[in-house]
T-cell receptor
Framework: NAGVTQTPKFRVLKTGQSMTLLCAQD?????MYWYRQDPGMGLRLIHY???????AKGEVPDGYNVSRLKKQNFLLGLESAAPSQTSVYFC????????????FGAGSRLTVL | GQNIDQPTEMTATEGAIVQINCTYQ??????LFWYQQHAGEAPTFLSY??LDGLEEKGRFSSFLSRSKGYSYLLLKELQMKDSASYLC??????????WGAGTKLIIKP
């Protein structure tokens, strides 16, 4: 996934623990996104950012927080993990909004026990 | 509500042709994307249609009918490496992407 690094790739958490997923892109793109992917469902947008210092809620933002302090980095935080947050998380970026191609990171598989 | 429908799973034979359908209902429409996702990997862009008609890109073609709310992805000369999930996503009037659950394509020798 040229230009997109997502860490960690795998993580197991206990209910109530916190963690942060990091997405880093080197394409100098303004738009960044966090999605979750669950079996039998389409990708669902958690939060997104249209530029450094900005964030916005997506379709399923509850239980997550994000920060975009630097243009190349978009962090997704879980303050108090719940089993319902067991999922595969994908970061993505695009040059612009709308009809722009998304480039996805390799994904982070999170299990909350 | 907004909705994307595509078959859950399809099976085809190596060397054959397969058509994966997608129907959409969105608040406004600004185009339709197809992405390919191999198991355990990230989705990767295949095509984008905003006007009616067929767009061909090598072995892959994508078709759109805006009046019918319908698209399909056509894969020719199937290869084993085409085994993957194919995700359909429509852009609504707010330029938000609405994703289908994906079609898992199984290629048999």
């Amino acid at each position: 996934n040229a230009g997109v690094t997502q860490t960690p790739k795998f993580r197991v958490l206990k209910t109530g623990q916190s963690m942060t997923l990091l997405c880093a892109q080197d394409m100098n793109h303004e738009y960044m996104y966090w999605y979750r992917q669950d079996p039998g469902m389409g990708l669902r947008l958690i939060h997104y950012s249209v530029g450094e210092g900005t964030t916005a809620k997506g379709e399923v933002p509850d239980g997550y927080n994000v920060s975009r302090l630097k243009k190349q980095n978009f962090l997704l935080g879980l303050e108090s993990a719940a089993p319902s947050q067991t999922s595969v998380y994908f970061c993505a970026h695009s040059q612009g909004s709308g009809a722009n191609v998304l480039t996805f990171g390799a994904g982070s598989r999170l299990t909350v026990l | 509500g907004q909705n994307i429908d595509q078959p859950t799973e399809m099976t085809a034979t190596e060397g054959a042709i397969v058509q994966i359908n997608c129907t959409y209902q969105t608040s406004g429409f600004n185009g339709l994307f197809w992405y390919q996702q191999h198991a355990g990997e990230a989705p990767t862009f295949l095509s984008y249609n905003v006007l009616d008609g067929l767009e061909e890109k090598g072995r892959f073609s994508s078709f759109l009918s805006r009046s019918k709310g319908y698209s399909y992805l056509l894969l020719k000369e199937l290869q084993m490496k085409d085994s993957a999930s194919y995700l359909c996503a429509a852009l609504d009037s707010n330029y938000q992407l609405i994703w289908g659950a994906g079609t898992k394509l199984i290629i048999k020798p």
